[in-house]
Nanobody, 114 residues
């Protein structure tokens, strides 16, 4: 059983920063890739960022240059550093680990006020 626990969401003013964390516990074998999705009310789920086992990353166009995904393999943790936040970044953020099966975090709310 693999569990992912997210932290770091909250309320921030536009232009501010937040750092999300997602820590995995349980029996993880080889992790293929990890990442973050987000979903705002009434909108489709959007892939925000992905980091692969080799360290390569991809970002949604809407967050390029503002968000940075990173990982700590020793801690089985993935991070999302979010800078220059905008009101349109307001959403529930969900992490995932793809290790054959895919495990999901419970989600953390990010609210950016204008």
């Amino acid at each position: 059983q693999v569990q992912l626990v997210e932290s770091g969401g909250g309320l921030v003013q536009a232009g501010g920063s937040l750092r999300l964390s997602c820590a995995a516990s349980g029996s993880l074998f080889s992790i293929n890739h990890m990442g973050w999705y987000r979903q705002a009310p009434g909108k489709q789920r959007e892939l925000v960022a992905i980091i692969r086992s080799g360290g390569s990353t991809n970002y949604a166009d809407s967050v390029k240059g503002r968000f940075t995904i990173s990982r700590d393999n020793a801690k089985n943790t993935v991070y999302l550093q979010m800078n220059s936040l905008k009101p349109e970044d307001t959403a529930g953020y969900f992490c995932y680990f793809d290790w054959g099966p895919r495990s999901w975090g419970q989600g953390t709310q990010v609210t950016v006020s204008s």
